[in-house]
Structure formats: C-alpha cells, structure tokens
C-alpha cells in the first residue's frame, strides 16, 4: 500500500496531499552527487530523490493510460528464451504485456520475439525488465488483478526513471519538481520510499542555534 504523506522534520506534522508539497514553486539550487536535488521556497529547504521522484511521475502517467502505455519499435527484434514456467506466465500474461508497451509474440518453445517495448525504457534495459516481472508474477499469485498491475507498472517506471548519479540541468531539474507536485502521491515512490525530506525555516534556525525569530 501506497503511503501518501509528508512529515515536516521541524514539527514532526504529517502534511497531506491536499496541502501540496508547497503552494508556491520549489526553486532548484542545484544537486549533491548527481542523485538528489536540493530546492527551496518562502517555506524552506527541500531535499529530492532524483530516481525516486521520477518514478512517481511516470508511474501516474503509466497508471492514468488506460489502454496502452506507449512504445518505441525495435529496429532489431530480439529473440529471448525462457523456463516452460516463465513462458506459461507470458502466454497467460500476454495482454498485460502489450498494456504495459511489450510487443512480444511466440518464436518458438518457450521462445518469444520482442518488438516493440514501453516508449520511456532504454532498449537495454528491456529484457532485464521482462524477466524481472516474471519474477514478480511468479510471486504475485496470490495478488489481485489490480494489485499485480500496480506492481509491474512500478517495476516499470522505475526501470524507465533516471538514475542515480546523472547530471541534470537547472531546467530538467524544475520539470522534475513541477511534474512531481502535479501528481497523486508526490511524497513516496511507488514502491514506498520517500522522494521528497522538508527542512523548515524554523527547524534550519534551531540548526544553526539562531534565535529571535
């Protein structure tokens, strides 16, 4: 379950959605190790998961697609071959496969040609994204059709997100924030690690040991 909520480290106040994470835009400053973005506003300092952030983004936008996420053509197909077990899954599963941008179609025993894959995924990344959510459905048997839709849309926006460690400029950096206040649940990822901590101006004060304010 998805935890939709945001604590100010100064008060200790869990802060709802309905607020916002901030009601005027958050200003990047730039990034610590090319992995977390720190901005501000008239309320204080915000520090941001880059990846974590980026997979709440597209997860909702997957998430709101109600037919088919879209997909980029392989100018190569690629042949992949899996256990009778993970083949039996893709064949009962196909349709989630095209829902999610996965164009495959049987070449063969327990052999599938993929041609076209979700359009955010590096090619690279795809059939190490298929197998994982094979992995994941060999382990969601017991889950509901909507539970097991939510797990692999986020195991695919979180393939697709970027990545610790890659540079952005102050605009990628202000889509991002943008973006990432429009959603549903802009405090957590959907796998529900935080995207977003929140140091006030009265907690950054007591910090500094500054009084009179």
Known sequence: MENNVLVDRST?????????????PMVPIGQVDNTYIIAQDADGLYIIDQHAAH??????????????????QLLVHLILDF?????????SNL???NSLGFGLEPSGPDQYRLMEIPADIPVAEAENTIREILVSLEDMHQLSAAEIRHECLAMTACKAAIKAGFELNFRQM????DELNKTAMPYTCPHGRPTILKFSSDELAKMFKRTGF
Request: charged fraction near 30%.
């Open 12 to 24: 200790g106040e869990v802060i709802q959605k309905s607020v916002g994470i901030s009601a005027t």
């Open 83 to 91: 256990s009778e077990r993970e083949a039996q899954l893709i064949e």
């Open 174 to 177: 202000e889509i991002i924030l």
């Open 95 to 97: 349709e989630m496969f």
């Open 55 to 72: 997979e709440r983004i597209l997860y909702d936008r997957f998430a709101a697609m109600t037919e088919r996420i879209p997909s980029q």
